[in-house]
């Protein structure tokens, strides 16, 4: 009998032991699986009122909505988004810091010789969030009416004329760059701190040509706030059917701007795969479907990794023209 006791009580001992551990790890599971149990902040690398911080203040808006999450934007631009992509490298990888980048997270490597942080080894890519050409917009009082036009005023002005970016190193800065290149045009680049601040200008004539995002200028040319010339991409725009494309006039002009998320690497997959799967939906939302219609943004399904492989041949594409351009920036 006192054989037989012991062995019960070993056995309850163990059963009680794993009854006490049991708890501690579905929590654990329960927390991982909650998440987003608080706010989330999501990282927009330049100004408001640019295409940035437009898809991601739609994106995540909707997101919020359909999770009953909230998630907070945070703008801080600057030095072609690299102060803002330094922060969220070294941010805790815990699902609660995201960052929706632009095209410069392709470029900013050959821009930038010495960052303080991988843009390949120190982000993992999340989601393509949208696909959008720029458009070559003037200040009403500019009285070009084509690309030629522009071109020949360029040539005729001394000095050259002066053109707005959204940033050093953006793709509304290497715009204008093939521009100058292919199309032989004596440009200035005027840097602005995001494309908001730059279209401000445009409107307000402090200065006169900008390449925009086509996302974040399609209500102001709509408004005739500002005249646009042509647009980055192929064929028509839908919004803007009569806008020609640029390659119209220059064979092989073509530049898109595209957004996406990411987070710090490090950050566990199941967070990963649940962001992606969230903005998936929303991208099937038709409210969300009608509105990137209207704002000229393509946007199509797309996995974690699917977006690395974009990102990785992105990088390599933009890589080449900075080097070739011989453009570099900072430190």
């Not at 050093?168 to 494309?195: C, D, F, W």
């Amino acid at each position: 009998m006192r054989r037989t006791s012991n062995i019960n009580r070993r056995r309850l001992l163990q059963a009680s032991a794993a009854a006490l551990a049991a708890p501690a790890l579905g929590t654990a599971a329960l927390a991982q699986t909650a998440w987003p149990n608080r706010p989330v902040r999501v990282v927009v690398p330049y100004p408001p009122a640019g295409g940035a911080d437009t898809t991601a203040r739609l994106l995540f808006n909707k997101l919020g909505e359909l999770w009953g999450a909230q998630f907070i934007i945070d703008n801080r631009g600057g030095a072609g988004g690299t102060i803002a992509a330094a922060a969220v490298a070294k941010a805790d990888p815990d699902g609660y810091t995201i960052m929706h980048d632009a095209t410069a997270h392709s470029v900013n490597h050959a821009l930038y010789s010495n960052l303080s942080f991988n843009y390949t080894k120190d982000f993992v890519p999340v989601f393509l969030a949208s696909l959008v050409p720029n458009i070559l917009v003037a200040n009403n009082g500019v009285t070009d009416k084509t690309l030629a036009d522009v071109i020949e005023t360029a040539k005729k002005t001394p000095g050259g004329i002066d053109f707005a970016s959204s940033g050093n190193g953006t793709l509304q800065h290497l715009s204008l760059e093939m521009l100058k290149h292919m199309g032989k045009a004596p440009i200035n680049h005027v840097p602005y701190r995001g494309g908001g601040p730059a279209l401000n200008d445009i409107v307000g004539g402090q200065i006169k040509y900008y390449f925009s995002n086509g996302s974040a200028s399609v209500g102001l040319i709509q408004g005739g706030k500002v005249k646009p010339i042509v647009h980055t991409g192929k064929g028509r725009l839908g919004t803007l059917p009569d806008l020609p494309a640029a390659q119209d006039t220059i064979p092989g002009f073509e530049a898109y701007e595209w957004n996406g998320v990411f987070v710090p690497a490090g950050t566990p997959a199941d967070v990963v795969k649940k962001l992606n799967a969230g903005l998936n939906e929303v991208l099937r939302q038709p409210d969300i479907v009608a509105r990137l219609k209207q704002l000229n943004i393509d946007s199509r399904a797309n996995s974690p990794d699917e977006f690395r492989a974009f990102v990785a041949e992105e990088t390599v594409k933009w890589g080449n023209v900075v080097r070739d351009a011989g453009i570099k920036l900072g430190s």
